[in-house]
């Protein structure tokens, strides 16, 4: 057996995601969702071990710059979570994995390296006991169920248009959107909203014109509780019953989430457009010059879907 080791990337998403559902057992997607944010994270890490073209073993770590039971103040590199599989534990591979994390954190100037387990939990503890870590502190955690939203999608009418502006125009700097080479009015477009009682958590403002539904923004204030896939299939609904067969929307080069998140639910490239955003400066200057991590905005990327 020839065991090799090295560094996630988003292409190993699958291959973290399987491992770590065994040690957490939690929904996929659900998970996928999280390690999807993390691996693209620079203040997280994951290795992965591999005997030939299988993996064996993931191990996930951070830097931490808040307080860590029994750490000295500082930032601190953080065992996440580790998982071999069981017919590959007690080879060594463990420790490795636990090693190439520890000295990815020491390359950010820690100076100590923390990890965790459940009081229960005998075989983690005489793990971290074997690979050089001490017990620090002891804790009780504590925990109280908080019940989910419960949310409705509504049409935007005059009184929900007047909670919705404020965020759209906190979110896109004004309430005019550009979008395909023109300024559109967000404060005229038809839309839907997902409410729960008296709190927003989501919007869809969309426009009829050359044939398509197209959706000109789309936010979701609430995170992993489907409410932007439930805008976006009301959405479709509205197209197919008026006689519209696509529906469209486009995002900004940098942003890679919406790219997976469209595609997963089915959507497919339409269209790239090069330089798009620097006609679109002309039309509305307030577009920042870089977007998520510093990408420099400059193309469209269009996408669509039969409905």
């Excluded at 044939?211 to 509205?238: F, H, P, R």
């Excluded at 006689?243 to 997976?260: E, H, M, W, Y």
């Amino acid at each position: 057996m020839t065991v090799t080791y090295r560094k996630a990337g988003i292409k190993d998403i699958d291959i973290v995601t399987d491992l770590l559902c065994l040690l957490y057992q939690m929904p996929r997607e659900e998970l996928l969702l999280e390690n999807e944010r993390h691996i693209n994270d620079a203040n997280m890490i994951f290795y992965i071990a591999f005997d030939e073209d299988n993996a064996v073993g993931v191990a996930h770590g951070s830097l931490r710059r808040e307080y860590v039971n029994g750490a000295n103040d500082g930032v601190k590199g953080y065992l996440e979570g580790i998982y071999v599989l069981p017919e590959y534990r007690l080879k060594g591979i463990g420790a490795k994995l636990v090693r190439f994390v520890e000295d990815w954190s020491r390359r950010y100037g820690c100076n100590e390296f923390a990890s965790d387990c459940l009081v229960d939990n005998i075989d983690s503890y005489n793990f971290h006991i074997s690979i050089g870590f001490r017990e620090s502190e002891r804790n009780i955690f504590f925990l109280k169920a908080i019940e989910p939203y419960e949310y409705i999608i509504y049409k935007i009418d005059s009184d929900l248009r007047e909670r919705i502006q404020p965020i759209i125009i906190d979110t896109w700097g004004s309430r005019y959107l550009a979008v395909n080479g023109r300024l559109w009015d967000s404060g005229v477009m038809p839309g839907y909203a997902a409410v729960a009682g008296d709190t927003v958590l989501g919007y869809l403002i969309y426009e009829f014109h050359n044939g398509v539904c197209e959706i000109m923004a789309l936010e979701s204030l609430a995170q992993n509780i489907g409410v932007a896939s439930a805008l976006i299939e009301q959405v479709k609904l509205t197209a197919k019953s008026n006689g519209v067969r696509k529906l469209i929307v486009q995002t900004s080069n940098d942003n890679s989430r919406a790219f997976r998140f469209y595609q997963r639910r089915g959507f497919r490239i339409r269209e790239i457009r090069i330089n798009a955003l620097d006609t679109a400066r002309k039309l509305k200057p307030s577009i920042p010059p870089n977007g998520e991590d510093e990408i420099p905005l400059r193309d469209e990327i269009e996408f669509e879907i039969d409905v």
